[in-house]
């Protein structure tokens, strides 16, 4: 498959080699030649589907720590999880959420009745999911946002709502980052 995700194991303290730095520098040179003379065979044989991805029919496997364009969490009976605090709109570096709130009936608790998100302006920096303190809004793994007007990058409630099986990936590297 193109593009892995490959994990690294950092060490928490450097080995005599690391602090001597210029054995590394060494180290850096021969991982550069040898992925540029694999590649450069692959060129020569024709065999480039070894590092070039076929992009759209194949896909890079992003990291679990990948942030896409962020999404609301849908709970099983096709609402948001979001009770419309907003906390992730007072978060927001750059003022692209808008929400609405509304009173569910005979109860204390909220709902967005409107919950926008204007992704022209969203930097995809995640600080909207570290602020929600009900995981309800995410960073997917989607990227992908050509439109063909202003308009088209305006997304609302409904455009934005996946499940938390969809989500799993990240939502699985959340819960490991607060466990830690
Ligand atoms: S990812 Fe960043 S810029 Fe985008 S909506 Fe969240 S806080 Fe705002
Ligand atoms: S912080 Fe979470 S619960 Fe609060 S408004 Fe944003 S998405 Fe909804």
Redesign the pocket.
């Known amino acids: 498959m193109p593009g892995q995700v490959v994990r690294v194991q950092r060490r928490e303290r450097l080995g005599l080699a690391e602090r001597l730095y210029l054995p590394m520098i060494f180290v850096g040179f021969a991982v550069t030649s040898r992925h540029f003379f694999r590649n450069l065979w692959g060129y020569i044989t024709g065999n480039v589907t070894s590092f070039v991805v076929q992009y759209p029919e194949q896909r890079v496997d992003y990291a679990d720590a990948f942030r896409g364009h962020p999404v609301?969490v849908q709970l099983e009976n096709g609402k948001p999880k979001?009770?419309?605090?907003?906390?992730?709109?007072f978060a927001c570096p750059t003022d692209c959420i808008t929400?609405l709130p509304g009173e569910i009936e005979d109860s204390i608790e909220r709902y967005?009745e409107v919950f926008d998100i204007d992704m022209s302006r969203c930097m995809f920096c995640g600080l909207?999911e570290e602020?929600?303190?009900?995981e309800?809004?995410v960073m997917s793994r989607e990227v992908e946002l050509a439109t063909l007007d202003r308009a088209g990058s305006w997304f609302h409630k409904e455009d934005l709502l996946r499940t938390e099986e969809q989500l799993g990936r990240r939502v699985g590297f959340l819960r490991d980052g607060y466990s830690r």
């Open positions: 609301l979001c009770v419309a605090c907003g906390l992730c709109e929400i967005p909207c602020a929600c303190p009900e309800a809004i």
